[in-house]
């Protein structure tokens, strides 16, 4: 019995979501790289604050102002 109303509430869960839905453009090749851009700023800025060795917090933080720049660009 259990098992019958997992599969209607899986159902109307499913319907709910395709009614809610409305279709949009895919993404374009610049908001994939902005969004990739912005994914790889957020993982250097993790990186340098922890990081402890100074030539490695310097290479990280010339990265980070790379990053910015390149998202400046595309704005």
């Known amino acids: ?7 209607k509430d899986v159902e109307s869960q499913q319907a709910e979501r395709e ?24 993982a250097a ?5 922890a990081a402890k060795h100074p030539r490695h917090r310097e290479m990280l933080a010339g990265a980070v102002q790379h990053l910015e720049a390149e998202i400046a660009k595309l704005n």
């Open 19 to 42: 009614w809610g839905e409305r279709p949009t453009a895919p993404p374009t090749e610049r908001e994939r790289r902005r969004r990739s851009l912005e994914l790889s700023l957020t």
């Open 1 to 7: 019995m259990s098992r019958g109303w997992e599969s």
């Open 45 to 49: 800025r993790r990186d340098l604050a």
